[in-house]
């Protein structure tokens, strides 16, 4: 005989067991207690938290023959409800009956009086899936119900729903259920299946679920099954592909020390493990959001992640401000997973961005070359004011398309791609592998990335210029590398296309050029010149 799944043996048969939905219980009881009940309801809310269980309730509580503590449990209406095979109680999915027909043929039984209790319930699931007709038909209905019967509507997508449907029923919004009340769930269904489960792995399963209680449950079971009933947090990261605790502090701790070579080890090796890097983002945001929140309070009931000792190490490396700005990195890092080919790769560079926001150094200076069509001179430095980050605006594109050539882009292509298709793998050639080259001139280079934030980190100020180093030492192109969004460039394109045409092209972009600073009678290497980008000795000496 196949065991009951845990969600459905706990599944709670009494108000008083529903967790974390207050409010709710509390107004649906008392609805039944002062007799009350509406003759429409609908119940919206996140998946596996509680929307159904508690319109099993309701339906139950309404048909109970002992109304002082309906629903009792044990009277025939209770029984052969929770047995699912009460006549008056009617489930459908309107994901698999969402047909006019379906709602056409529910409405001529709605018509007919209950064969046993004194209301006939209909609760139709995911209600939000129904035909455009099928939900005209049932709002018919809704708007003149008969007196026995009461419609519950549940969904995870409200707004997908005709308005006047949603005016017609009293609406109760179920919330995420809280990380604590989950992980206390969890021990207590543990402890009843004679399952050992650590605090910390109950925690980590809570955190997962993500506020669904369903969730929760289905992965105790399968943590159940892969520890043999003694599950650790080891076991729970295994199982989800996930970053211990230790391990996310080691890798923070990295990062704050600018120790690059050992963040591309660990990266390294959780591809390799098949660790979750959008998981491990998220839980890297957490504790530096968190070790904010302690540097302000110093109330270590605040935490939830990570430990006040864990905070204060943090700490002692970085500053608020400095954390708060890596928690952007982070965010964007998440964002661009969506569209992103390589997740390893977007992390890489979220990582190579943490380090520089981590860091405090000075703005490098930069050269300024003219446009000069003919005689193609060396760069002019223009040294009476400091120049800022060149991040492209809106406007500065198409300038920077006049000076482009096919010429220029068919010679740079061909030794960016022999280039990187036989380098060794390293973070700038990550980067390169992330964007397209689109066009290029006599001093400029032009990719497009589809991921906004590849092109935000590929144009802020120190990773711009650790790529524009690396081109010239490695690739021998001397051009300033400039990342747009497919979208940008496609627009420009079109503009450079209408213009020629009306002969209103504007005068090519004036080029700045970062200014490689050398010791007087040698030429730095591309190390040291990377070197004094992130401003740490032997940063990369594990791709040497």
């Known amino acids: 005989m196949q065991n009951e799944a845990l969600y459905q043996k706990y599944r709670s048969q009494a108000f008083d067991e529903v967790v974390g939905q207050d409010y709710v219980v509390r107004s649906v009881y008392n609805a039944i207690k002062n007799n009350k009940v509406g003759h429409a309801y609908l119940f919206c809310g996140p998946r596996g938290t509680g929307k159904t269980t508690m319109a099993r309730l309701l339906a139950r509580a309404v048909n109970c023959e002992n109304p002082a503590e309906a629903p009792c449990g044990h009277c025939t209406n ?72 009461i419609f519950i509507l549940a969904t995870t997508d409200p707004q997908k729903l005709l308005g006047t449907i949603i005016s017609r029923c009293q609406r109760f919004d179920f919330s995420k259920v809280p990380t604590e009340k989950i992980k206390d769930h969890l021990l207590f269904v543990s402890h009843e299946e004679g399952i050992k489960l650590e605090e910390e792995a109950a925690l980590k399963i809570a955190q997962l679920a993500d506020g669904g209680m369903r969730d929760a449950l289905s992965m105790l079971e399968q943590a159940s099954s892969y520890a043999s009933g003694n599950i650790q947090e080891k076991d729970v990261d295994e199982i989800y592909g996930l970053a211990s605790t230790e391990e996310k502090l080691k890798l923070i701790d990295a990062i704050l020390e600018k120790d690059l070579s050992s963040v591309l080890e660990r990266i390294e090796t959780y591809s390799n493990r098949g660790v979750d890097l959008k998981r491990l983002t998220s839980d890297l945001q957490d504790a530096l959001k968190e070790s904010v929140i ?134 700038y050639v990550a980067s390169l592998k992330q964007v397209t080259l689109r066009a ?86 591309s190390l040291e010149k990377l070197q004094e980008v992130f401003q740490e000795d032997g940063i990369l000496e594990v791709y040497d």
């Open 294 to 427: 302690y540097a302000y309070t110093k109330k270590e009931s605040l935490l939830r992640t990570i430990h006040a000792k864990e905070a204060e190490s943090i700490l002692a490396k970085a500053n608020a401000k400095e954390l708060l700005n890596m928690v952007q990195v982070l965010m964007q890092a998440q964002d661009s997973y969506r569209y992103a080919q390589s997740l390893s790769s977007v992390f890489e560079i979220a990582c190579m961005n943490l380090i520089a926001e981590s860091e405090e150094a000075p703005i490098p200076q930069k050269q300024v070359v003219q446009e000069v069509p003919e005689e193609k001179p060396a760069p002019k430095v223009k040294k009476e004011k400091e120049v800022k980050a060149q991040v492209l605006e809106e406007v500065e594109v198409l300038p920077l398309l006049v000076q482009c050539d096919k010429e220029s882009k068919s010679n740079d292509e061909r030794k960016l791609n022999a280039f990187l298709n036989e380098a060794p793998r390293d973070r």
């Open 440 to 525: 290029s001139g006599k001093d400029c280079l032009l990719f497009s990335s589809e991921v906004q934030a590849i092109v935000n980190t590929l144009n802020e100020e120190k990773m711009n210029q650790a790529i524009y180093a690396y081109l010239v030492e490695h690739i021998g192109i001397d051009k300033m590398p400039y990342v747009v969004t497919n979208d940008r460039y496609e627009e420009a394109v079109k503009q450079f296309v209408e213009c020629r045409k009306n002969n209103t092209l504007p005068e090519p972009l004036v080029i700045e050029r970062y200014e490689i600073k050398k010791e007087k009678g040698e030429e730095p290497t």
């Open 78 to 149: 209770c029984l052969a409800a929770k047995e699912n095979n009460h006549p008056d109680i009617i489930e459908i999915n309107a994901a698999n009956e969402t047909h006019v027909e379906d709602i056409r043929d529910l409405i001529e039984r709605a018509r007919l009086a209950p064969m046993m209790g004194e209301k006939k319930i209909y609760i139709i699931d995911e209600v939000h899936q129904l035909s455009s007709s099928a939900a005209s038909a049932l709002l018919k209905t809704l708007e003149e119900p008969p007196e026995h019967v």
